[in-house]
C-alpha cells in the first residue's frame, strides 16, 4: 500500500513538472507572440494617455480645475511607458543575433523576453484606473463670491492707504466697537478699502455680507443680501457686515440687522462720503480716507501703466504730469492709467492737454475733478458701438445689476450694431463692449456673474454729464420715488432718451408734449393704467419703447403713428387684453408680451414680417394662435411661446415653426405630448427650452440663446415620443427635468434607451413610483457600460417610494465620478446613500444637500482596502437638516480627507452622535453650525418638538461635540499671496454642544 501512495505521489510530481517545462517551453516558443502583444498593450496605454492628455489641455485653456488624481496618472502610465519601451528595445537589438528562419541560437535569451513580456498587469492597470479620465478629468471651477473673488491690492508704498487699511482692521478687531465708518470723497477708494479689510479678516467672522445702499434706499435689497448672515447673527456667530455707499441715517431695526449690545457679534462696516452720516449711524470708529499725496500717486499709477513709465525718458515727465492731474483719486488713477498704457508718446501728450480743460462750471463739485478725466476714457473707446454700450449703462439706476441681454435688445432696437446679421451678432458686440468697458475700469463686474455688469456711481454721474453734452441728451429719473411726471413743454426739445425705470409714477402727461429726437424711452417698472394719445403723439421717431411691469390695460391709438419702430416691451402687464394696433408697427424687430392678459396670437402678428424676436410666455388666458401667423415670420430668428392647457392649435401652429428657416433659438412650452408633431426638427437650433406638461416650469428665464433644457410634468411617458426624447437627447444633451411623471419606475432601464444615461443634469420631483434611479437586476442587454457616468447635478425631491439610489450593494455597473451637486429632499424610504465604494469615485462632489428624509441612516458605509487614498478633493459644503434617523455620516472605520470643505451644517439629526470613526481630516473648515435641540425649530415645529420630547431622555448622555474625532486645522487666517500663517492656539471653528 505505501508503494502505491509513492507511485501516486511520484506520478502527480511528474505532471506537476511537466506543466511547469511545458509552460516554461510556451515562453521560448511564443516569444515573437507575446512581445507583439506587450506591443500591443504599450500602444493602448499610451494612446489612452494622448487621449486623456488632450482633455487636460482643453481643461486647463477653459480655467477648470483637474480632478484629484488625473496628473499622478498621466505621471505613474509615461513611468511604466518609459520602462516598456527600453524592454522593447532592448528585445529588438537582441533579435539580430537570431536566425532569420525564427530561432535563435541563444534559447536563453528566447525565455528571457518571452516571459517578461506576458508581464503586462501593471499596463493593464494603468488602462483600468485611466477609463474614468477618459469620460472626464476635470470639473468647473466655482463661481466665488464677492469678498472670495477680491483680488488683494498691492499697497506697498501707498502710506495713506495702508495706515487707513490698519486703522478700520484695528477697529474691527477691537471687541467693544460695533459700528465702524469709513467716510471720504467719492473715487477715494473706500469701497475697495471695506473689500479689502473683508479679505483680510474674513478667517475671523463666521460670514461676511457685502450690500451696496445707494442714494436710494432699496431695503428688500437690503434684507435679501444679508438674509442669511443675519440669521447667523441671531444664532449667536460672528459675522461682519458691510453697507457700502451709505447716504443717509439706516434704521438697522427695518432693514432686520440685529445690532446692539445684546449683539456684539454683529459687526457692522460702513462706507460713505459724509462724515455726517457716520455720526448718524453712531460709528464709535471713524475713519478718514484722503486722496493720495502726489508720490504715492505715481506708485499707484506705475502698478497700473508698468514700469514703462519710469524707463522711457520720453515719457516720464509726461505720465508724471498726467498722474498729477488724477487728484490723488484711485478710481481716477485706474481709469486714465488702464486708458493710456499701450498708448504711444503723442497720445499721452494730447491726453494731458484735454485733462486739463476746465470742466463744466455748472456741475457737481464732487465729480468736477473726475469729469475730464474720465471724459478721456470716454474719447478713447475704440468705436461708436463701446462708447453707446457705456452711455446706455447710466440710464439705470444708480448701482444696478445691468442685465446685458436687455442692451442687446435695446442696441438692436436702435440700430447701434453696425453690419447686423443676427441676433447672435448683436449678443457678441454687447459682449465685446463691455469686455473692453470693464478692461478700462469703466464697468465693474456684478455679483450675478458674467450675465449682468455694474457701473461705479462717479463713473455713472460723468457719463450722464457726456450724455449731456454731446449728439445725445438724457433725461435719467431712475428710481427716484417718482409718483407723477409732468414736464414742461420747452425742456423735451432735445431729449434723445428718457428713463424713468423703477419709480411708482401713475401719471404722465396727458397734453400735447413735443420730443422731436427721442428715440428710447425707458418707462419699465411703473404704476402706469394708461398712456395718453398726446404723450406717444409727441416721441413720433422713438424707436425703443419699454412698458414693461405697470398695469396698463389697453394700448393708445396713437402707437400706431411711430414712424420708426423697432423694439416694444409691453410684458408684465396682466390687463391688456387687445393688441390689435401692434400690426401696424411693421418695422419691429422684437416684440415681448410676456405675462400680458392676451387669449389668442392675433392675425396682426403675422404682419410684423421684420420680427428677429417674439415672445409671448406666461400668458395664462392664450388659447389660440392665428393659423398661418407664425409662418409669416420668416425673419424670425428667436421664439418663446407657451401654450396653456386649453389652447387650441397647437399642433398646427409647431409645424409653421418649423417652417422658419431663420430660427436657432426655441422656448415652447405645451400641456400635452402629442402637441408636438412627429419628427419636429431641433438639430439647427443653438439652443432651446421645451416644456410638457400642464403646470408650469420653475426654471428661469432662459437668458443665453445656446442653452438647453427638457421639462415633463405629469405626463405618461410613452411611444413614439421617447423616440423623439432618445434623438433630442443625442444631439444635445439637455438639461433634464421630470415632475410629477407617474409611469416612471427608474432612469435605467425605463429610460436608458432614451438616452437619459447620457445626461449631465436631472432633476426629478413627485415621481411616486420610482423605488430606484438603476434597477440592475432588470437591466436589459448585456454591457460593461456604466451608467450615470456623465451625470453633474442630481436633484431629487419628494419621491415616495424611493429606497435605493440603486439596488444592488457595490458599483459594478455605477459610476458618480463626474457628480458635482447631489441634493436629496423628502425621501422618507431612503435608508443609505453610498457604500465605500462608490463614495471613493466622488471624485468631483462639490456640495451635498440632504433634508427631510425621516427614513435614512446612513451615508457613506463599508470598507475599503485603500483607506489612505479617501479623499473628497472638492467637497466644500455638507448640509443635513431633519434627517431623524442618521447615526452618522460614516459608519465604516477608516479615515477620510476632506481637502476643500469650508462649511458643515447639522440641524435636526436626534441620532447622530459623532461623524464618524477614524480621523476625518478638515484643513479649509471654517463653520460648523449645529442647532441645540431644544429650538428654535423652523420647519413643521409640532413635529420636531415631539420626535425631541419623546427621545429627550436618551439624547441626555450626548454630551460629546458632533467631530469629536475630527482632526481640525490649526491655522485661523491666511495671508493672501503667503505661504505664512498665523498660529493658534485654538482652532478657528465653533462647535455647539448637544446640550439639554
Not at 368 to 379: E, G
Not at 394 to 401: F, H, I, K, R
Not at 890 to 919: A, D
Request: net charge neutral.
Amino acid at each position: 500500500m505505501a508503494e502505491g501512495v509513492v507511485t501516486s505521489v511520484a506520478g502527480k510530481v511528474v505532471d506537476s513538472m511537466f506543466v511547469v517545462a511545458k509552460k516554461e517551453i510556451g515562453y521560448m516558443w511564443n516569444c515573437k507572440y507575446n512581445v507583439e502583444e506587450f506591443r500591443s498593450e504599450v500602444q493602448k496605454l499610451n494612446d489612452m494617455k494622448g487621449r486623456i492628455q488632450q482633455k487636460i489641455e482643453l481643461a486647463k485653456n477653459k480655467g477648470d480645475n483637474l480632478v484629484h488624481g488625473v496628473e499622478g496618472w498621466v505621471n505613474d502610465v509615461n513611468a511604466e511607458i518609459s520602462k516598456a519601451e527600453e524592454f522593447i528595445t532592448e528585445e529588438a537589438n537582441a533579435k539580430k543575433t537570431c536566425f532569420g528562419i525564427g530561432l535563435c541560437g541563444n534559447w536563453s535569451t528566447l525565455h528571457h523576453y518571452g516571459k517578461k513580456a506576458t508581464q503586462t498587469t501593471s499596463l493593464m492597470k494603468l488602462q483600468e484606473l485611466g477609463k474614468p479620465y477618459e469620460s472626464f478629468v476635470s470639473v468647473d471651477t466655482p463661481i466665488p463670491g464677492q469678498i472670495d473673488c477680491y483680488q488683494t491690492k498691492n499697497l506697498d508704498g501707498i502710506i495713506t492707504q495702508n495706515s487707513a487699511l490698519g486703522d478700520i482692521i484695528t477697529a474691527i478687531e477691537d471687541e467693544s466697537v460695533q459700528i465702524i465708518g469709513i467716510y471720504g470723497v467719492g473715487g477715494v477708494g473706500k469701497t475697495t478699502l471695506a473689500k479689502e479689510v473683508a479679505a483680510r479678516v474674513k478667517n475671523l467672522f463666521a460670514a461676511v455680507a457685502f450690500t451696496t445702499i445707494s442714494q436710494t434706499l432699496d431695503a428688500d435689497k437690503i434684507k435679501k443680501d444679508t438674509e442669511n448672515e443675519t440669521k447667523r447673527i441671531m444664532k449667536g456667530e460672528k459675522v461682519l457686515i458691510i453697507l457700502d455707499d451709505v447716504w443717509e441715517k439706516l434704521d438697522l431695526e427695518e432693514l432686520s440687522i440685529p445690532f446692539g449690545k445684546k449683539r456684539m457679534n454683529c459687526k457692522i462696516l460702513l462706507t460713505s462720503r459724509n462724515e455726517d452720516v457716520c455720526d448718524r449711524m453712531n460709528a464709535q470708529s471713524k475713519i478718514c480716507v484722503n486722496s493720495l499725496p502726489l508720490k504715492e500717486a505715481w506708485i499707484l499709477f506705475k502698478h497700473v501703466v508698468g514700469d514703462k513709465v519710469e524707463t522711457d525718458i520720453n515719457l516720464k515727465s509726461i505720465a508724471m504730469e498726467v498722474a498729477k492731474e488724477c487728484s490723488g483719486l484711485p478710481l481716477i488713477i485706474d481709469v486714465i492709467g488702464n486708458t493710456l498704457k499701450n498708448r504711444d508718446v503723442n497720445s499721452w501728450k494730447a491726453a494731458l492737454t484735454q485733462i486739463r480743460k476746465n470742466a463744466p462750471a455748472n456741475i457737481d463739485p464732487s465729480i468736477k475733478k473726475a469729469f475730464t478725466r474720465l471724459k478721456l476714457s470716454y474719447d478713447y473707446l475704440e468705436n461708436e458701438e463701446v462708447q453707446w454700450c457705456f452711455l446706455q449703462c447710466s440710464m439705470y439706476p444708480e448701482d444696478s445689476q445691468i442685465w446685458l441681454e436687455e442692451l442687446v435688445h435695446y442696441g438692436v432696437g436702435l440700430e447701434k450694431f453696425k453690419e447686423l446679421e443676427n441676433m447672435e451678432d448683436a449678443r457678441s458686440s454687447v459682449q465685446n463692449a463691455v469686455n473692453i468697458l470693464k478692461s478700462s475700469s469703466l464697468l465693474l463686474d456684478a455679483k450675478n456673474g458674467g450675465q449682468y455688469a455694474k457701473m461705479h456711481d462717479v463713473v455713472r454721474d460723468v457719463a450722464l454729464l457726456i450724455a449731456s453734452k454731446g449728439k445725445t441728451n438724457f433725461l435719467v429719473m431712475a428710481k427716484k420715488g417718482l409718483t407723477k411726471w409732468l414736464p414742461r413743454n420747452n425742456i423735451s426739445q432735445s431729449y434723445t432718451g428718457i428713463s424713468l425705470m423703477c419709480n411708482r409714477i401713475s401719471e404722465l402727461p396727458e397734453y400735447q408734449i413735443s420730443f422731436p429726437r427721442l428715440e428710447a424711452a425707458y418707462l419699465q417698472q411703473n404704476d402706469l393704467s394708461s398712456i395718453s394719445d398726446e404723450f406717444i403723439k409727441g416721441m413720433k421717431n422713438a424707436r425703443v419703447l419699454v412698458l414693461e411691469h405697470n398695469c396698463i390695460s389697453f394700448l393708445p391709438q396713437s402707437l400706431m403713428g411711430l414712424s420708426e419702430p423697432r423694439m416694444l416691451n409691453l410684458s408684465r402687464n396682466e390687463f391688456l387684453c387687445d393688441i390689435s394696433i401692434l400690426g401696424e408697427l411693421k418695422g419691429l424687430e422684437i416684440l415681448f408680451l410676456n405675462k400680458t392678459g392676451i387669449k389668442e396670437v392675433p392675425a396682426c402678428i403675422g404682419e410684423l414680417v421684420n420680427l428677429r424676436r417674439l415672445e409671448v410666455t406666461y400668458c395664462f388666458e392664450l388659447s389660440y394662435t392665428t393659423p398661418g401667423v407664425i409662418k409669416k415670420l420668416e425673419r424670425l430668428e428667436e421664439l418663446r411661446i407657451h401654450f396653456g392647457i386649453h389652447s387650441n392649435g397647437i399642433h398646427e401652429c409647431l409645424a409653421e415653426v418649423m417652417c422658419l428657416s431663420m430660427l436657432t433659438y426655441l422656448d415652447i412650452k405645451v400641456p400635452r405630448l402629442h402637441d408636438i408633431p412627429e419628427g419636429f426638427n431641433f438639430d439647427k437650433l443653438k439652443g432651446f427650452g421645451i416644456q410638457i406638461g400642464e403646470e408650469y416650469s420653475t426654471n428661469p428665464m432662459f437668458i443665453n440663446s445656446t442653452e438647453r433644457y427638457l421639462t415633463f410634468f405629469g405626463i405618461t411617458l410613452e411611444f413614439p415620443f421617447l423616440k423623439w426624447m432618445k434623438k433630442l437627447i443625442e444631439v444635445s444633451r439637455p438639461y433634464a427635468s421630470l415632475y410629477k411623471i407617474q409611469n416612471l419606475n427608474n432612469l435605467v432601464p425605463d429610460l436608458y434607451q432614451e438616452g437619459f444615461n447620457k445626461l449631465e443634469y436631472i432633476k426629478m420631483w413627485e415621481c411616486h413610483n420610482v423605488t430606484c434611479l438603476v434597477d440592475i437586476c432588470d437591466r436589459k442587454g448585456n454591457t460593461n457600460e456604466k451608467f450615470l457616468m456623465e451625470l453633474k447635478h442630481l436633484h431629487l425631491r419628494s419621491l415616495d417610494n424611493l429606497k435605493f439610489l440603486w439596488n444592488r450593494p457595490d458599483d459594478e455597473f455605477i459610476s458618480l465620478t463626474n457628480l458635482v451637486n447631489l441634493y436629496i429632499s423628502g425621501c422618507h424610504k431612503l435608508v443609505r446613500l453610498f457604500p465605500m465604494s462608490v463614495a471613493q469615485g466622488l471624485v468631483s462632489l462639490k456640495e451635498i444637500g440632504i433634508e427631510d428624509c425621516m427614513g435614512l441612516e446612513e451615508m457613506i458605509w463599508g470598507q475599503t482596502e485603500m483607506a489612505a487614498n479617501i479623499v473628497f478633493p472638492y467637497l466644500t459644503s455638507i448640509k443635513l437638516f431633519k434627517l431623524f434617523k442618521l447615526k452618522s455620516f460614516y459608519s465604516g472605520s477608516c479615515g477620510i480627507k476632506y481637502p476643500s470643505l469650508m462649511e458643515v451644517t447639522v440641524r435636526y439629526c436626534y441620532e447622530m452622535e459623532i461623524w464618524g470613526p477614524g480621523i476625518h481630516e478638515t484643513p479649509k473648515l471654517k463653520f460648523v453650525n449645529h442647532v441645540p435641540l431644544d429650538g428654535p425649530y423652523s420647519v413643521n415645529d409640532a413635529v420636531v418638538k415631539s420626535v425631541y420630547e419623546s427621545r429627550k431622555a436618551k439624547l441626555q448622555i450626548s454630551k460629546m461635540p458632533l467631530f469629536s474625532h475630527t482632526r481640525f486645522p490649526t491655522t485661523s487666517s491666511f495671508e493672501t499671496g503667503s505661504s505664512r500663517t498665523k498660529q493658534h492656539s485654538r482652532p478657528n471653528i465653533r462647535i455647539s454642544e448637544l446640550k439639554m
